[in-house]
C-alpha cells in the first residue's frame, strides 16, 4: 500500500484527518518514514537528514515482493504440468 501510494502525485493523495493525539494535530507527517512531526520547519529539517534521503532511496528502488512471489519461493506457486506435446 504504501508503495502505491508513493507512486500517486500530491494532488491525488487524499489529506490527513485532524487527530488530537499526534503530534501537529496529525498534519505533518513523512510517508517515507512514518513519522508524525510537531510543525512544518522540524518536517522541513527532517527532510534533509541522511536517514530520510536513505530510506526514500531504498523505497524509490525496485517494487516489492507480491503475494505471488512468495509462493513461488515457497514452492507453492502454479504446477509444472512438464513440456507440452505437440499433438499429429
Given at each position: 500500500m504504501v508503495y502505491d501510494t508513493l507512486k500517486m502525485a500530491d494532488e491525488e493523495r487524499k489529506p490527513l484527518p485532524v487527530d488530537e493525539d499526534l503530534p501537529g494535530m496529525g498534519q505533518?507527517?513523512?510517508l517515507h518514514c512514518d513519522r508524525y512531526f510537531s510543525n512544518v520547519t522540524v518536517r522541513d529539517e527532517h527532510f534533509k537528514t541522511k536517514r530520510?534521503?536513505?530510506r526514500v532511496k531504498t523505497m524509490m528502488?525496485?517494487?516489492p515482493h507480491t503475494q505471488l512471489d512468495a509462493e513461488l519461493a515457497?514452492?507453492?506457486?502454479?504446477p509444472d504440468n512438464?513440456?507440452?506435446?505437440?499433438?499429429m
Amino acid at each position: 500500500m504504501v508503495y502505491d501510494t508513493l507512486k500517486m502525485a500530491d494532488e491525488e493523495r487524499k489529506p490527513l484527518p485532524v487527530d488530537e493525539d499526534l503530534p501537529g494535530m496529525g498534519q505533518y507527517y513523512c510517508l517515507h518514514c512514518d513519522r508524525y512531526f510537531s510543525n512544518v520547519t522540524v518536517r522541513d529539517e527532517h527532510f534533509k537528514t541522511k536517514r530520510h534521503k536513505k530510506r526514500v532511496k531504498t523505497m524509490m528502488g525496485p517494487a516489492p515482493h507480491t503475494q505471488l512471489d512468495a509462493e513461488l519461493a515457497a514452492g507453492m506457486g502454479m504446477p509444472d504440468n512438464g513440456p507440452k506435446l505437440m499433438s499429429m
